[in-house]
C-alpha cells in the first residue's frame, strides 16, 4: 500500500514538473503571439508610432524632386523647403538653374517672393491661399486631419497614408503619402486630380523632422 501511495504520490509530482516545464516553454511564444500587432518595425517604433509622429511634425526641413505633370508635358525641379510653424515657412527653388534662387517665404499673412539673382523682392499682404501650398508636407496633414475618408494602407516596408483636399481645385484632388517603415520619414507624395491622373510627384530625398 505504501508502495502504491508512494508511487502516486511520485506520478503526480512529475506531472506537475511536466506542466511546469511546458507553461514556461510555452509561455514566451504565447507572449510572443499577443505581442505581434504592436511589433517595433527598424528603430523600434511602431506603425501606429510613425502615423502620430507624422500627423504631430511641428517643423522640418526637405529637400525634394518635384514633377509636375499638365497637358501631356512634364516639369521637374528640385526645392528647399523649411517649415518652422504653422506661421512661417520658406521653400527655395534649386533647380533648374534658370530659375535657381527664386524663394517664396511666408510670414503670417504675408507672402514674399525673393530672387537672388535679380535682387528682387515682392510683397504681397493678406495672401489668402497661402495654407494651400500643396507641396507642403503640413498641407496634406492638415487634409488628413480634417477628411473623414483618409485611409491607411501597411505594406512590409511602407505606410501609406490616402486622403482628399480641403480645396476646390480639381487638380489637386486626391492625395497620397507614403512614409518609409525603417526611418518613419516620408519617402513620395502622390497628389491626383478628380480623374484620378496624377499632376503632381514629390520624392523626398532628405529630411529632417521636428515634433511637438
Not at 518595425?41 to 524632386?65: K, R
Request: glycine share 2%.
Amino acid at each position: 500500500m505504501k508502495k502504491n501511495k508512494n508511487a502516486k504520490k511520485l506520478l503526480i509530482v512529475t506531472i506537475i514538473i511536466i506542466v511546469i516545464i511546458l507553461i514556461i516553454s510555452i509561455a514566451p511564444k504565447i507572449l510572443t503571439k499577443n505581442t505581434t500587432k504592436n511589433t517595433k518595425i527598424g528603430n523600434n517604433i511602431s506603425s501606429q508610432e510613425i502615423i502620430q509622429n507624422i500627423l504631430n511634425i511641428s517643423s522640418y526641413e526637405a529637400t525634394i524632386d518635384v514633377t509636375i505633370y499638365s497637358n501631356k508635358t512634364e516639369n521637374k525641379y528640385k526645392i528647399k523647403q523649411i517649415h518652422e510653424n504653422e506661421n512661417n515657412s520658406s521653400q527655395e527653388i534649386l533647380e533648374p538653374s534658370n530659375i535657381a534662387g527664386i524663394k517664396i517665404k511666408q510670414e503670417q499673412n504675408k507672402l514674399t517672393l525673393e530672387n537672388s539673382k535679380l535682387n528682387l523682392t515682392n510683397i504681397i499682404e493678406n495672401y489668402q491661399y497661402i495654407t494651400e501650398n500643396c507641396l507642403d508636407l503640413t498641407s496634406f496633414i492638415n487634409d488628413y486631419k480634417q477628411e473623414s475618408t483618409s485611409e491607411i494602407k501597411e505594406e512590409e516596408n511602407t505606410i501609406t497614408l490616402q486622403t482628399q483636399s480641403q480645396t476646390e481645385n480639381k487638380y489637386i484632388k486626391y492625395k497620397e503619402l507614403k512614409i518609409d517603415k525603417k526611418t518613419g520619414k516620408p519617402l513620395q507624395m502622390e497628389i491626383k486630380a478628380d480623374n484620378k491622373n496624377t499632376t503632381i510627384y514629390i520624392l523626398y530625398t532628405e529630411v529632417k523632422i521636428k515634433n511637438n
